[in-house]
């Protein structure tokens, strides 16, 4: 399994990036034109199939969790300002579910009174939320064996002659 920024990684970029900006106090318009002058795209925000008009459901159901079970997100509804900027650019632009979870795991651990700001800090600079990317893959891969037992097939193994090796 691989986690880097285009795939895995936005969580981790996505915390960083949204949590700078809401704590520097950027109108979503200096955050999304900063991020554009730098050559950089806003992880968290985008998609290649999902749209204004077709939303990912995961993302709608991360919110409504996150407004009614959470005492504050003040980071989710930042991105969602974001999102309401970036959406007046191209109809892909939208919240993702990194950037969901990110933003609502900002949430959690500043009003769940366990950290302070300096270790909240630290814990997004480390590359810790990518942990989550890691969890959601390893519950599949127990779906998977589960699913080859229990239909009492072997292990699948890909045909060598179709893996490529490269430097």
């Known amino acids: ?20 900006a809401y704590d520097r106090n950027l109108t979503p318009y200096e955050f ?11 992880p968290g925000i ?3 199939i999902k749209r204004a008009d077709s939303r990912d459901k995961r993302v709608e159901l991360l919110q409504k ?13 930042y991105a969602v300002q974001v999102e309401r900027y970036t959406l007046s650019k191209a109809n892909n632009l939208v919240l993702n579910v990194d950037g969901a979870i990110a933003t609502l795991f900002l949430d959690l651990l500043s009003c769940s009174g366990m950290f302070t700001k300096q270790e909240i800090d630290e814990i997004v600079e480390i590359g810790y939320l990518n942990g989550l990317f890691v969890l959601s893959r390893a519950i599949g891969l127990i779906g ?4 080859q037992k229990r239909l009492k097939q072997p292990l699948y193994r890909h045909p060598w002659e179709d893996v490529l090796y490269t430097k």
């Open 1 to 20: 399994l691989t986690i880097g920024p285009r795939f895995g990684g936005a969580i981790d970029d996505s915390a960083r990036y949204f949590k700078d």
């Open 32 to 42: 999304v034109e900063g991020m554009k002058k730098k050559g950089i795209r806003v």
């Open 46 to 48: 985008g998609h290649r």
């Open 65 to 77: 969790f996150g407004r009614t079970h959470f005492p504050s997100v003040k980071y989710m509804e």
């Open 144 to 147: 998977h064996t589960f699913d």
